[in-house]
């Protein structure tokens, strides 16, 4: 039988642990202050040590307080920077979980009914709409929309003089400190001061009637947190209560929305209890998700030897060749210049986040030689086929069709882009070729290839509202972890449907990178460059103004938006005047309240009218005409959300995937233009310009400046 322990960093994370048959989730937060994170699995005497999946995911800075105050013994401040945390519950009230999907950081928050005493005396709520998030904290990265916009409430309006209390009951280990995180949102009261309550911890006073209305500002539905620490002492249950104020009130009330309780490491830095035995609590991810279970098993006697030996064997794997020849090993070290450089001094540099170097002779073994037969697409750069490696990996192959000094300097950009983030809305790198005077990005296969191929243009099935709910959803992720992912926002520059893939499973990935561009400076609020982008999607400030902001992505994607709903191209200069121009025409319609009379007629009879309205004023906020009118992505996610629950949860798609089946084929728009990249020069030749003559510039003009 297994056996074994776990360490991370100077930390203990299990000792002498022994997974029975069901499978088990740990989920651990460190604060990592080196380069390092290093993982330690091993085997008890004659026994073994087994991982079936590991989750790390970085979190923002913030996330987690530096310190909190005590209640056993009261109004003592604690800070606990150097200790790490186990999760040991992470519970949406209302009883509604939340998916992983659904979390800006992929956490999974369970329902609270399995730990309530007793249910009859409280009422589920859910109102979404309710949930306002003011500009401070907390933030959706502290807990989602779906969590502020359910709750638990105390039973007892109905009957002025009923008092009860409603308690939730957890399993914990004894003599640990645990932080306890309350997630309050007054979705509940129609006007403010309505609302009092007091809150435990076991028999400790947490909270003497709580008033939310004083703690956001007299604002409904402002999310409101509150942190606790708490010393389990011997006891193994920490109980957590709400009963009504003594305070006059309308009705005897109280609500919880979510709650998350995290156990402290001892002075010695270990989770471990000296009786220590494995339960059954519920657990999920933050930073560090080790899931263990049966169905498969993987031997190794510490992590960094599982890591170093799967990656030789992939490199010489991939390509049948040997890997000191051809492959730079990118597992550590320092930035370094690729072999190649251009006559014109650009050089490719190669960093140790970047994929493997494939040569040339394994990419034509690949593409059988780059037979046309494998084109899947092509653009700008060049044509894109479908490549299999010798392991009998499915890749996208893209081929630069010059050497021009624009094209290097995009094939630069999109390596070093992809190599910073990897997320499953966003389309990964898998290695690089630049050889031969050739420009080659490898890239995971998308098997149901553009969006902009199912919408129109094509003899493929029509998709349901549902399912381009789902994929705008998905894109809207993956520009949101863009924005916010990293210290410096990278604005993707080029949305459209033509670069938002879809995989097997309908799951939506941007892709195309080759003109994205950083934002130098955290403080920084844009960044001065030469207009890129394609035509229609582009925004008219950033075309006026050449300053480029997050908002020009949240633009672009509005007209995506539009493009998803009624299923045409956005510019079609074959039809009557005033439809040749997509979002003109359908922010028309949408304004005179009768949107539904320009969509898909695919969709006819599929959209609820509260999910097409949700919808329609989501795209035209994003298409504001100047940026500070315009949502962030994050506001964007949240209303799309909203929409796809308003349209009804029955049949609600699974965003890791499991998307429903297609419909039977139908009828779509013809392609009547195709979007083009371009680039325009200086910003004087754009003053003064009507936006009808600019976009007939446009049309015209000639790539002639770089970035």
């Known amino acids: 039988m297994a056996k074994f322990s776990v360490s991370a960093q100077s930390f203990t994370l299990l000792s002498d642990f022994q997974p029975q048959n069901d499978p088990v989730v740990k989920e651990f937060s460190l604060n990592v202050t080196s380069d390092d994170l290093v993982l330690t699995f091993t085997p008890s005497r004659n026994s073994f040590a087994f991982l079936n999946s590991l989750e790390i995911v970085s979190i923002p800075d913030g996330l987690f307080p530096v310190g909190a105050r005590t209640i056993d013994p009261p109004v003592k401040y604690q800070t606990f920077l150097t200790e790490a945390m186990e999760t040991v519950a992470r519970v949406n009230m209302g009883n509604h979980s939340v998916s992983p999907q659904n979390d800006t950081l992929w956490r999974l928050w369970v329902s609270d009914e399995p730990y309530l005493g007793h249910v009859n005396l409280v009422t589920f709520v859910s109102n979404?709409?309710?949930?306002?998030?003011?500009?401070?904290?907390?933030?959706?990265?502290?807990?989602?929309?779906?969590?502020?916009?359910?709750?638990?409430?105390?039973?007892?309006?109905?009957?002025?003089?009923?008092?009860?209390?409603?308690?939730?009951s957890f399993s914990v280990d004894p003599n640990f400190q645990y932080l306890v995180r309350f997630h309050f949102c007054d979705i509940v009261s129609v006007s403010p001061e309505q609302l009092f309550f007091n809150v435990y911890i076991n028999s400790w006073l947490v909270a003497l009637n709580l008033d939310l209305s004083n703690l956001t500002s007299n604002i409904l539905g402002t999310p409101y947190c509150m942190d606790v620490v708490t010393t389990s002492s011997d006891g193994q249950v920490l109980s957590v209560s709400i009963e009504p104020s003594t305070l006059v009130a309308p009705y005897p009330d109280g609500i919880l929305n979510g709650l998350e309780i995290m156990k402290l490491s001892d002075s010695r830095g270990s989770f471990v209890v000296r009786d220590f035995k494995v339960n059954s609590k519920k657990k999920a991810w933050v930073i560090v998700g080790i899931s263990i279970g049966v169905s498969f098993v993987a031997f190794f006697s510490a992590l960094f030897l599982f890591v170093v030996c799967r990656r030789r064997r992939r490199r010489s794997t991939l390509v049948g060749h040997s890997a000191d020849d051809h492959i730079v090993n990118n597992a550590g070290g320092n930035c370094q210049t690729l072999e190649n450089k251009h006559a014109s001094g650009i050089a490719i540099i190669s960093c140790s986040k970047i994929g493997y170097r494939f040569p040339f002779v394994a990419i034509q073994e690949a593409t059988d030689n780059f037979s046309e037969s494998l084109v899947i697409g092509f653009g700008g750069f060049g044509k894109v086929y479908k490549g299999v490696l010798t392991d009998g990996t499915k890749v996208?192959?893209?081929?630069?069709?010059?050497?021009?000094?624009?094209?290097?300097?995009?094939?630069k950009t999109e390596i070093e882009m992809l190599s910073q983030f990897r997320h499953r809305h966003l389309v990964s790198l898998i290695g690089y070729c630049h050889e031969k005077n050739e420009m080659i990005i490898i890239y995971e296969y998308m098997e149901n290839g553009a969006l902009k191929n199912h919408l129109y243009g094509s003899d493929l099935p029509s998709l349901s509202w549902k399912q381009r709910l789902g994929i705008c959803i998905g894109s809207a992720r993956g520009l949101h972890y863009l924005h916010t992912g990293s210290t410096k926002p990278i604005i993707h520059r080029d949305v459209k449907t033509a670069n938002i893939l879809l995989d097997e499973n309908l799951m939506a990935k941007v892709t195309d990178f080759g003109i994205s561009k950083a934002i130098p400076e955290i403080d920084e609020t844009h960044v001065s460059t030469a207009v890129k982008g394609s035509f229609g999607y582009l925004d008219p400030e950033y075309l006026t103004s050449q300053q480029l902001t997050e908002k020009s992505d949240v633009y672009s994607f509005g007209v995506v938006l539009f493009e998803v709903l009624c299923g045409r191209p956005v510019i079609n200069p074959s039809l009557a005047r005033e439809m040749v121009n997509l979002t003109e025409w359908a922010m028309e319609w949408e304004k005179r309240g009768e949107l539904k009379k320009v969509i898909d007629p695919c969709l006819k009879g599929d959209i609820k009218p509260d999910s097409l309205v949700k919808f329609g004023e989501t795209a035209v906020k994003c298409l504001a005409e100047h940026r500070v009118n315009r949502p962030n992505m994050g506001d964007v996610l949240w209303n799309l959300e909203c929409a796809l629950q308003l349209q009804g949860n029955d049949e609600r798609p699974n965003l890791n995937g499991d998307s429903d089946p297609l419909p039977d084929n139908v009828g779509h728009f013809e392609t009547s233009i195709s979007s083009s990249q371009f680039?325009?020069?200086?910003?004087?030749?754009?003053?003064?310009?009507?936006?009808?003559?600019?976009?007939?510039q446009m049309v015209k003009a000639e790539d002639k400046s770089t970035d």
């Open 128 to 168: 979404m709409r309710a949930v306002n998030y003011s500009t401070k904290w907390p933030t959706r990265d502290t807990a989602p929309p779906s969590v502020y916009g359910t709750a638990t409430r105390l039973n007892s309006q109905q009957d002025p003089h009923t008092k009860v209390n409603v308690t939730w």
């Open 396 to 411: 996208a192959v893209k081929r630069g069709i010059s050497q021009s000094r624009q094209g290097l300097a995009e094939f």
């Open 679 to 696: 680039s325009v020069g200086s910003a004087h030749s754009l003053a003064d310009v009507s936006m009808s003559r600019l976009f007939s």
